[in-house]
């Protein structure tokens, strides 16, 4: 064997008991797994796993690892954490389908999300991105079509429904894409121009990402107030679509939503015509772009156009009247409390102060909103925030969900991101499963591993079966554990000393190694 485990405790993904096992691998592949403790296995290496969990390696269904994969070989944010697998794409914003004044476009709208590393973006479609990964990166990667991006492609940021030619085109994108083996498509509808998309035109797209057996991941329109029936338009649109159904993040945030968790999973049960799973993050804060608040109407045509009537002072007027009584479309329907908005992340060294404030703070005599609007101004809209909007019943009972997986929802970039990019998995492993016994171990780990493999529709992944691809991680259930906090988010856990990906020990010891042995996970054939 190249590698053997011995005498760990087999966690095997699909909610089954724990037993304890030899696990030999070789050529990437689980290639032994011995059950009787006579240590018949040898190899090459053989690293003892007594009182270390064996698991499948975790998988983070909502990861913006889009260009970190390709500007930082280690990655020490996903795999530290055990993760093996992540699905880029999200919130229907990414890098392709596009063309060069796209790209260009796109590398300043996503700066607050993906930064703006030093690497050659000289990609233009699913095809050349996944290719560059094959190059090598720290994990695994599967991607989304984003449906902002590829209306963007079609008709700009027009706030209007697509002419039926730029509906074709959109489904042509949409059909290439998947063609070239993305997974399926996302939406990003507090997003522009993705928010201004109706459902019907949603609908259409969906009929083709079901075609080829993908499946929809929208970031619904609204996690405050209207959720509710956000959910239930999303779930409409993969009915009408013919698609499953992947909610995003699924909360219900802010305190129009208090206790409110279990009609989410309510109207989820009672859907019997169209397949539903959902992600969440074991963490009451959100994260985002702070422009991300602004009402929908105001980046109709673009960052330039915005940025125009953010000037205009009868504009300005309007705009602060909704941030501060009526509640815009980008902030979920509810009047924005300034004090439970944190700055993170600035793109200007003169607003590096502003870090870990709140907007009502750094305003300090200031009114907010217009501080709020400036502040876009001078950023180039590319400051990130953290929104302290959650509530922790909500998250308890819909992590306990049957169509539950993990998602991280991290941004990597930032002065003080969210921790949850570097704390996610283990903090369900520790706090919620070890702490407060939410879950059973067996189960979380179906949750990271088993559960999200079959909505991705990856067959040879996700359990710890003779023949499946080796990526495994192996933690210590006594002391697995987060350590990344909102003062310190790059703090990396504790407890998970092995991670193999694709049959190489990325993580050894303890210590990461120099291997690159992660590449693009294809959605190859149709149902």
Excluded at 446 to 472: I, N
Aim: hydrophobic share 40%.
């Amino acid at each position: 064997m190249d590698v053997v485990f011995r005498n760990a405790d087999v966690i095997d993904g699909t909610g089954a008991d724990r037993y304890r096992a030899d696990v030999g691998i070789m050529s990437g592949r689980i290639a032994v797994i011995d059950a009787d403790g006579e240590d018949k296995l040898s190899g090459r290496r053989v690293v003892d796993a007594s009182g270390l969990v064996l698991a499948p390696g975790f998988i983070d269904m909502h990861a913006h690892s889009d260009l970190a994969l390709l500007s930082d070989p280690e990655h020490l944010a996903k795999v530290s954490q055990g993760c093996t697998l992540e699905v880029v794409g999200q919130d229907g914003l990414s890098y392709v389908p596009c063309d060069d004044s796209g790209m260009a476009l796109l590398w300043e709208q996503l700066a607050a999300w993906n930064g703006k590393p030093d690497i050659a973006m000289d990609w233009r479609s699913v095809a050349d991105y996944l290719d560059r990964l094959d190059r090598g990166c720290a994990v695994n990667a599967g991607y989304l079509l984003p449906h902002g991006t590829v209306r963007m492609a079609a008709m700009g940021w027009d706030d209007r429904p697509p002419t039926p030619s730029e509906l074709d085109v959109m489904r042509g994108l949409v059909d290439t894409g998947m063609a070239e083996g993305a997974l399926g498509m996302s939406a990003g509808l507090s997003y522009p121009p993705g928010m201004y998309a109706d459902a019907g035109e949603l609908a259409e797209l969906c009929r083709v990402v079901g075609s080829h057996g993908g499946y929809f991941s929208p970031h619904q329109r609204s996690y405050g107030a209207g959720a509710l029936e956000g959910y239930a338009e999303m779930i409409d649109i993969g009915r009408r679509g013919g698609c499953p159904v992947h909610l995003a993040h699924a909360t219900m945030n802010f305190e129009v939503n208090r206790g409110r968790g279990a009609e989410l999973l309510a109207l989820i049960d009672a859907t019997e015509d169209v397949v539903v799973t959902l992600d969440s993050y074991p963490y009451l804060p959100g994260a985002t772009s702070l422009a991300a608040l602004l009402p929908s109407w105001t980046m109709a045509g673009g960052p330039a156009e915005c940025a125009i009537r953010l000037r205009d002072p009868a504009d300005r007027a309007r705009i602060t009247r909704e941030l501060d009584e009526l509640g815009t479309d980008g902030a979920h329907g509810v009047p924005v409390d300034w004090h439970a908005i944190e700055i993170s992340g600035v793109v200007n060294e003169r607003n590096r102060g502003l870090v870990g404030l709140s907007v009502a703070a750094a305003a300090g005599e200031r009114p907010a909103s217009g501080f709020y609007l400036d502040l876009l101004l001078d950023e180039q809209f590319g400051t990130a925030c953290i929104m302290h909007v959650g509530h922790e019943e909500n998250v308890r009972l819909i992590m306990g969900h049957a169509g539950h997986t993990v998602g991280s929802d991290g941004l990597l970039v930032g002065d003080r991101p969210h921790p949850r990019a570097w704390g996610t998995f283990p903090r369900y492993l520790g706090h919620y499963v070890r702490e407060l016994g939410v879950l059973s171990l067996e189960e979380c780990v179906r949750h990271m591993t088993a559960r999200p493999a079959g909505r991705l529709g990856l067959t040879d992944r996700g359990v710890v079966r003779e023949g499946m691809v080796a990526d495994l991680v192996l933690f210590d259930p006594e002391t697995v554990a987060d350590t990344a906090t909102f003062a310190r988010p790059r703090s990396l856990p504790t407890g998970i000393p092995y991670v193999v990906v694709n049959g190489r020990l990325a993580v050894d010891d303890g210590t990461r190694t120099s291997a690159l042995a992660g590449r693009a996970v294809r959605r190859r054939s149709k149902p």
